[in-house]
């Protein structure tokens, strides 16, 4: 059963506190700077190469730091006593592109300016960044009121999409059960 299925405000609640018990101490402050450390050198270990293989101390400390940045983020957003969603590339591309839509822009590479509606209709064909979405209240109260935290930021196709095509279902064969099926030629 998913967290929140039976008692959101219960499950919600328990998550924000065990999130700050673990999170909090010294203990694990450096089980933290650890797992920032480790996932810093991973990351470097498989990636450094088609980045920059002559990355310098300075550059992978500052990296470290979007590490931590990033960590104490998520650490702060698990603490809430919200539901917290995001949609990326698989739940939107099934969706066309709006302007007025109110939880997704276009990215500024896309060059579009505002209020224009040439896109409309499109499809989407990347996600800059995710549509992060909150359920509920500070109080753990009232999940189905939905408020966006940030917009997705996509990339919209230059083609329409390609209009549905009619299936064409073929006709089943009636077995003659009078007659033996038909042998395959050896």
Same mark, same amino acid.
């Given at each position: ?7 959101? =405000?219960?499950? $919600? @609640? !328990? %998550? ?6 673990? =999170? ?17 050198? /991973?990351?470097? %270990?498989? $990636? @450094?190469?088609?980045?920059? +293989?002559?990355?310098?101390?300075? /550059? ?16 702060? #957003? !698990? ?15 099934? %969706? ?10 276009? @990215?500024?590479?896309?060059? #579009?300016?505002?209020?224009? *509606?040439? #896109?409309?209709? %499109? +499809? &989407? ?6 549509? &992060?979405?909150?359920?509920? *209240? ?10 966006? !935290?940030?917009?997705?930021?996509? !990339? ?9 095509? +009619?299936? &064409?279902?073929?006709?089943? #064969? ?10 395959? +030629?050896?």
């Amino acid at each position: 059963m998913p967290l929140g299925h039976g008692n959101p =405000s219960a499950a $919600y @609640a !328990w %998550r924000a506190t065990t999130v700050g018990v673990l =999170s909090s101490g010294e203990e694990a402050k450096k089980a933290l700077n650890d797992v920032y450390n480790e996932t810093t050198t /991973e990351f470097l %270990r498989k $990636y @450094a190469c088609l980045i920059n +293989p002559g990355i310098t101390v300075d /550059e992978q400390q500052q990296l470290r730091d979007v590490v931590v940045d990033f960590g104490e983020f998520a650490l702060q #957003l !698990w603490s809430q006593k919200y539901d917290v969603k995001y949609q990326t590339l698989k739940q939107l591309e099934c %969706r066309s592109f709006s302007v007025t839509a109110e939880d997704m822009e276009a @990215a500024r590479a896309v060059r #579009l300016d505002e209020n224009d *509606t040439a #896109l409309d209709g %499109r +499809p &989407i064909q990347a996600v800059v960044q995710p549509l &992060i979405e909150g359920y509920g *209240t500070p109080e753990g109260k009232e999940y189905d009121k939905r408020k966006i !935290w940030s917009r997705a930021v996509v !990339w919209i196709s230059n083609k329409n999409r390609p209009e549905p095509q +009619p299936v &064409i279902r073929r006709k089943s #064969l009636k077995v003659n059960e009078d007659r033996p099926p038909p042998v395959p +030629p050896k």
